[in-house]
């Protein structure tokens, strides 16, 4: 991105969105599945619901892996097949189930026995059957941030795998409900093959211990979760997915016919998303210095929350060829402590009015961002 692209006028902070970095991506998607029939790649829409890079995902073929009513109906709308959206989700309300049902989606991604049962019910209710994947717990390791490991035994998400075969056999006798298989889902920024390798052993041996069953699996959904370079966005901007879904081929045994699907959300869009601010001071503390922008945690949340980076780029100060250069705190300008992009960065000397853009925030960006300190929400350009 060039400063060039940023008219004087244009109300900061804003999300851009690359979209031939994201046609580079998807592409490098397609290719790396093209040899994989059974291979099926959904979008987390949670990651980014921007309807115009919902359409160029959409129109790439992939489906959507939706976890509320509202994504469902947003991921419909900006060209989803409904055929292609699973929903998945601890909490899904009985306004969801119904709409889910009245648009036809693939699967539902079940996190409990008592979920079942209310969709069962509801299903009855309308005269529908729902097809229905149950979310089981692998207790494999993702090796990533403790917010966003999901895999371990106990917690809110899944259904331990002791308790698997009781609710495969409970499904089947569910006249509201189709057992079509699992789903699994590890965690998120995961930056080794490492823990994708643990998980392929682990749904081998379920899978096998569920045939000796005579119980026949028509999907496995080994979830997303694939990780990024936040660090050097510029030396890597398309994840390693030959060498991602090449782990699940040579590893993974699947049956004739069996279905094996993928939910990526930031490994899609990550690195197509940056977060457009503007310098409003340079201020000068006892000892730091402190870039003060025109975004703040509401608008970017992840480095308040997960501790995250994004790297900052100074595109005035490139423009003018500065060659000093600074260390600086980068904040916002949130009543919150927390409310800090960056500590002891070194950039090119900064000034008022200087355009720095975050980078790599595509993806659990803008669709995180919210209202504190009745802010408006960041817009978007998509070019
Ligand atoms: C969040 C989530 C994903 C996507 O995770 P990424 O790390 O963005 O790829 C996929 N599946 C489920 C069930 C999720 O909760």
Same mark, same amino acid.
């Given at each position: ?6 008219? &004087?006028?244009? $109300? ?9 970095? =994201? ?8 290719? +790396?599945? @093209? ?13 980014? %619901? ?8 959409? @129109? +790439? ?9 509202? #994504?469902?109906?947003? %991921?419909? &709308? ?18 969801? /189930? ?34 229905? @994947? ?7 390791? %993702? ?18 795998? &002791?308790?698997? =075969? ?23 920024? /995961? ?14 041996? =379920? ?10 699996? !028509? ?12 660090? $050097?966005?510029?030396? $890597?901007? /398309? ?19 069996? #279905? ?21 001071? *340079?201020?000068?503390? *006892? !000892? ?12 970017? *949340? ?14 005035? +100060?490139?423009?003018?060829? &500065? ?10 300008? /949130? ?6 992009? *960056?500590?002891?960065?070194? =950039? ?12 790599? @925030? ?8 919210? !209202? ?12």
């Amino acid at each position: 991105m060039t400063i060039s692209s940023h008219s &004087e006028n244009q $109300h900061t902070p804003y999300y851009h969105y690359d979209s031939g970095l =994201l046609a580079q991506t998807l592409d490098s998607i397609r290719r +790396a599945v @093209a040899d994989a029939p059974a291979f099926r790649v959904h979008f987390a829409v949670k990651a980014c %619901a921007t309807p115009a890079v919902l359409r160029q995902i959409a @129109a +790439a073929g992939l489906g959507a892996d939706c976890v509320s009513g509202g #994504e469902i109906i947003r %991921a419909v &709308e900006q060209g989803f097949d409904p055929s292609k959206v699973v929903f998945a989700g601890v909490g899904k309300s009985d306004w969801e /189930i119904r709409e889910a049902l009245t648009r036809g989606i693939a699967t539902f991604n079940v996190e409990s026995l008592e979920e079942l049962e209310v969709i069962n019910d509801i299903a009855i209710a309308m005269g529908a059957v729902a097809s229905v @994947a149950f979310r089981i717990n692998p207790n494999v390791d %993702a090796h990533t941030h403790e917010k966003i490991t999901t895999g371990l035994n106990e917690n809110k998400f899944g259904i331990a795998m &002791e308790d698997m =075969l009781p609710a495969i056999r409970k499904a089947q006798e569910m006249s509201g409900i189709r057992f079509v298989g699992l789903h699994f889902h590890i965690g998120s920024q /995961i930056t080794s093959f490492e823990p994708f390798e643990a998980l392929c052993h682990r749904i081998n041996e =379920l899978t096998d211990a569920l045939r000796n069953e005579n119980i026949h699996l !028509q999907s496995i959904n080994v979830g997303g979760g694939l990780g990024i370079d936040y660090e $050097h966005p510029e030396d $890597h901007p /398309i994840p390693d997915f030959e060498g991602y879904f090449g782990t699940f081929k040579r590893l993974l045994r699947l049956e004739p016919g069996q #279905e094996l699907h993928f939910e990526l959300g930031r490994a899609v869009v990550a690195q197509s998303g940056s977060l457009v601010t503007r310098v409003l001071y *340079v201020k000068k503390g *006892v !000892q730091k210095r402190f870039i003060i922008v025109d975004a703040g945690m509401t608008d970017l *949340v992840r480095p308040a929350m997960y501790g995250s980076f994004h790297k900052p780029e100074n595109l005035s +100060a490139a423009e003018r060829h &500065e060659e000093l250069t600074d260390t600086y705190d980068i904040v916002g300008p /949130i009543c919150e402590s927390s409310d800090v992009f *960056v500590k002891g960065y070194v =950039l090119p000397r900064t000034q008022r009015g200087d355009i720095i853009v975050f980078k790599s @925030a595509g993806a659990y960006g803008e669709i995180m961002a919210c !209202q504190y300190n009745c802010r408006p929400l960041p817009g978007s350009v998509f070019e």
